[in-house]
T-cell receptor, first 112, second 114 residues
Framework: AQSVTQPDIHITVSEGASLELRCNYS??????LFWYVQSPGQGLQLLLK??????LVQGIKGFEAEFKRSQSSFNLRKPSVHWSDAAEYFCAVGEGNNDMRFGAGTRLTVKP | GAVVSQHPSWVICKSGTSVKIECRSL??????MFWYRQFPKQSLMLMAT?????????EQGVEKDKFLINHASLTLSTLTVTSAHPEDSSFYIC??????????FGQGTRLTVV
């Protein structure tokens, strides 16, 4: 069965610093991979997704993620974090839009 | 991107009553809709998948008689929490997709059962 692991429950970074959020997945075939962001009490906003092709994916708000098959990873990165990036981030894996499974989430705190 | 609207955004109900949550795709036809439940500080757990005109497919452990899902049209799915109890209090989120396209999420519904 497919699963997603986000090893870091909570990360704190200083504003302007770089960010990397980790995501590892378990899936039998080439997965569809997603990163979503959720602000408190809000729904989910898609940051980026990987279906196939170039393994470095660019998303919105300056985020990017790299699919590494050999490591079963899809880590999210941003070179310079802004205070408005503070939120909960979820990695998800699925086969297209079917049976999408979410990681436990990583809460990002941004220090001034 | 496409817009998915959930209504209501929040609801408080008395224990034993039923609550209906609507999920609408505003500018596309959603052949598939998904319902998730999210407990505080936790991830989203898929409850069920519904295809228009078909019965919903429930995940293991989700009571289909308690969480009634109807997907009667290509733009509307409803989740009814029947005989709600305080332990049903949660954040419910829907998503909708058309064929071979990404899923778009609603803004969620906060249900509090008192």
């Amino acid at each position: 069965a497919q699963s997603v692991t986000q090893p870091d429950i909570h990360i704190t970074v200083s504003e302007g610093a770089s960010l990397e959020l980790r995501c590892n997945y378990s899936y039998g075939a080439t997965p569809y991979l997603f990163w979503y962001v959720q602000s408190p009490g809000q729904g989910l906003q898609l940051l980026l997704k990987y279906f196939s092709g170039d393994t470095l994916v660019q998303g919105i708000k300056g985020f990017e993620a790299e699919f590494k098959r050999s490591q079963s990873s899809f880590n999210l990165r941003k070179p310079s974090v802004h205070w408005s990036d503070a939120a909960e981030y979820f990695c998800a894996v699925g086969e297209g839009n079917n049976d999408m499974r979410f990681g436990a989430g990583t809460r990002l705190t941004v220090k001034p | 991107g496409a817009v998915v609207s959930q209504h209501p955004s929040w609801v408080i109900c008395k224990s034993g009553t039923s609550v209906k949550i609507e999920c609408r795709s505003l500018d596309f036809q959603a052949t598939t809709m998904f319902w998730y439940r999210q407990f505080p500080k936790q991830s989203l757990m898929l409850m069920a998948t519904s295809n228009e005109g078909s019965k919903a497919t429930y995940e293991q452990g989700v009571e289909k008689d308690k969480f009634l899902i109807n997907h009667a049209s290509l733009t509307l799915s409803t989740l009814t929490v029947t005989s709600a109890h305080p332990e049903d209090s949660s954040f419910y989120i829907c998503s909708a997709s058309s064929r071979a396209a990404e899923a778009f999420f609603g803004q969620g519904t906060r249900l509090t059962v008192v």
